[in-house]
């Protein structure tokens, strides 16, 4: 399997021929990979043969934030290249960010690569790694896929009559969802349902389209395994087949695939009339405009873009790669399997992606609580759609005009608070 990658090779090689050597190390100020071990595989095996001395100093997002703003404050710092997540990101002001269009190097995915935009027309960071969630299955539903239908390019309408054919065929609800108490749901509906049937999470929250998305989900719950309500890590029903189709988080699925490699298959989220909704954790590389060596910098961002660095990155971190490399066959099955179904999501011509939500700071539980409330009042109390809707919308309205935060993809921007319409 590959994932898609792009690299302008000429420029690439300019970045890299006009470093020379770098007066000192290059600081790599990052929030990711912060647990020791991750931190020491980051520093051995994925910055240890670049042509300079890199400095990588991991922090949690507060103290990363601040010296990033004292550094910008100051007009002058130490910081060359920052990573972070999307989020940390798009939270900067345009300005204190490197233009990197003309860096030479770029993820595969058109979709990250606009995100990365962060709304204007130049490359604010560049996409460096991903997780996401995906489905799984095992291969004894296979033979029940509807007529037609591509397991890498289903729609919730084919998942639907999927679940239903195993449903038929087996006397059981076999669909798994993590429907548990310490379950993913919310996920699925901020990242998958809601970009799959109404282009938005908040904006559209209670929109006809998110009436019929919920409609469609009530179809599905009706093939789902009851015992989902306590559901949290899908692996566990998986292997033991209380579940044949299943949805959850990368790694939550991953002992499924490394005890019985051969018995399962991952492959994208499905897609509703929006598009191909998905929740990516997009993490990224960019240079704060005070870097001190701009040449070094620029060469480390395009060092961790490179095929082999990208693979080194997967196993440090577990972040899939974002760029087109063969992953090798001494990986863990579970990474194979689930790289494939990643790459193939992310780099759909449909992809819609539903980022995870980004300031709500202390409200992030209340946030989330509003979907989890409004899928047990619709689905498991069985409560009219409309009324729900129309009560929860209060709730996220409150919760958004008290943090402030700003609209993130697939809604459409704001400015200001996102509004619920």
Not at 198 to 213: E, H, I, L
């Amino acid at each position: 399997m590959t994932f898609g990658y792009k690299f302008a090779g000429a420029a690439a090689l300019a970045v890299t021929m006009t470093t020379g050597a770098a007066q000192a190390d290059v600081l790599f100020w990052s929030t990711q990979a912060k647990p020791v071990e991750e931190a020491q595989a980051m520093r051995e095996q994925v910055l240890g043969n670049f042509q300079d001395k890199v400095d990588y100093q991991p922090n949690d997002g507060g103290p990363w934030l601040t010296r990033l703003q004292a550094e910008l404050q100051a007009g002058t710092g130490t910081i060359g290249v920052l990573g972070a997540l999307h989020g940390d990101f798009s939270a900067m002001n345009a300005d204190d960010l490197v233009d990197l269009s003309d860096i030479g190097v770029m993820s595969a995915s058109d979709t990250f690569n606009e995100l990365a935009k962060l709304g204007t027309d130049s490359a604010q960071y560049i996409p460096w790694m991903q997780a996401s969630y995906i489905m799984a299955a095992n291969k004894k539903a296979l033979e029940h896929l509807p007529e037609g239908a591509d397991i890498d390019a289903l729609t919730y309408e084919q998942l639907i009559a999927w679940a239903a054919n195993v449903h038929e065929a087996t006397g059981e609800a076999k669909f798994g969802f993590p429907a548990g108490p310490k379950g993913l749901k919310h996920r699925f509906f901020q990242g998958y349902l809601y970009p799959s049937y109404t282009d938005g999470v908040v904006r559209t929250f209670a929109s006809d389209a998110a009436v019929t998305a919920w409609e469609d989900f009530k179809k599905l719950w009706a093939h789902t395994n009851p015992a989902s309500t306590n559901f949290s890590f899908l692996q566990e029903q998986l292997l033991n087949e209380d579940v044949w189709i299943a949805f959850d988080h990368t790694s939550r699925l991953a002992q499924a695939f490394n005890e019985r490699p051969d018995d399962f298959v991952a492959f994208p989220a499905p897609a509703g009339p929006t598009g191909r909704g998905f929740m990516p954790v997009i993490a990224g590389v960019g240079i704060p405009k005070t870097a001190p060596d701009m040449d070094a910098a620029k060469a480390l961002v395009a060092h961790m873009l490179k095929p082999e660095t990208q693979l080194a990155t997967l196993r440090a971190t577990n972040f899939f790669p974002v760029v087109d490399v063969e992953l090798p066959g001494d990986l863990p099955p579970a990474v194979q399997a689930a790289g494939g179904a990643v790459a193939k999501m992310s780099g759909s011509a449909d992809a819609n992606p539903g980022l995870l939500p980004a300031g709500l700071g202390a409200k992030g539980g209340e946030f989330n609580r509003v979907f989890v409330d409004t899928f047990e009042r619709i689905v498991l109390a069985n409560q009219d759609i409309r009324t729900v809707l129309d009560d929860q919308k209060g709730a996220l309205e409150a919760i958004m005009n008290e943090t402030g935060a700003p609209c993130w993809a697939p809604d459409a921007p704001s400015e200001g608070a996102c509004p619920v319409e």
